[in-house]
């Protein structure tokens, strides 16, 4: 089964650029989708974008003007950058692969099927 | 918006269901999540009601229109997490999470 590694700096000064990677191992980037997820401390979950192997991307629109997300398809990654980063910015981060579709009535779906451990980002000041 | 009550306890080899209610939900899917400290978050049921392979069958899923549950039969000690719904949001283009229920096996 497919394995994901999320990787980055601990520690980011607020105002800065807030850069990962997300290493996948045990198969192919190519052909899926792949997702950025982030959780802080004490709340739930908050979707950050997804994107197809190919490039194209779908992000959430409370974070879409700050965000990037891209595939580097020979070493098998994905990126996250999320620039203006603020305190409200800490949280663990997860990458996961996903599965989009639409249902038999014509709605969207996307779910995230494989996740990594995630990786902590602290936001200082 | 997805709506889940924050806590949901139960006794070791009870029914625990975890509810999810969004307006969105009669035309979306649901899909849920597990949620344990320092590990990897765990699909646990996809598209309303598919379990993924490896989740054990006392993991079940329905929808009944606006609400989506997570049905746990037989709840075990190491089922004691954090769950999500997911589904899409109103504009049918973006990912949407409910805020999450703890589930305490007492």
């Known amino acids: 089964q497919v394995q994901l590694q999320e990787s980055g700096p601990g520690l980011v000064k607020a105002s800065e650029t807030l850069s990962l990677t997300c290493t996948v191992s045990g198969g192919s980037i190519g052909g899926y989708y792949w997702s950025w997820i982030r959780q802080p401390p004490g709340k739930g979950l908050e979707w950050i974008g997804y994107i197809y192997y190919s490039g194209s991307t779908n992000h959430n629109p409370s974070l879409k003007s700050r965000v990037s997300i891209s595939v580097d398809t020979s070493n098998n990654q994905l990126s996250l950058k999320l620039s203006s980063v603020t305190a409200a910015d800490s949280a663990v981060y997860y990458c996961?692969?996903?599965?989009?579709?639409?249902?038999?009535?014509?709605?969207?779906?996307?779910?995230?099927?494989?996740w990594g451990k995630g990786t902590t980002v602290t936001v200082s000041s | 918006e997805l709506t889940q009550p924050p806590s949901v306890s139960v006794s070791p080899g009870q029914t625990a269901r975890i509810t999810c209610s969004g307006d969105t939900l009669p035309k979306q899917h649901g899909h849920w999540y597990q949620l344990k400290p320092g590990q990897a978050p765990v699909l646990v049921i996809y598209k309303d009601e598919e379990r993924p392979s490896g989740i054990p069958e006392r993991f079940s899923g329905s929808n009944s229109g606006t609400t989506v549950t997570l049905t746990i039969s037989g709840v075990q000690a190491e089922d004691e997490a954090d769950y999500y719904c997911q589904s899409a949001d109103s504009s049918d283009r973006h990912v949407a999470f409910g805020g999450g229920t703890k589930l305490t096996v007492l």
């Open positions: 996961a692969s996903g599965k989009r579709g639409y249902s038999l009535s014509g709605y969207f779906f996307y779910y995230m099927d494989v």
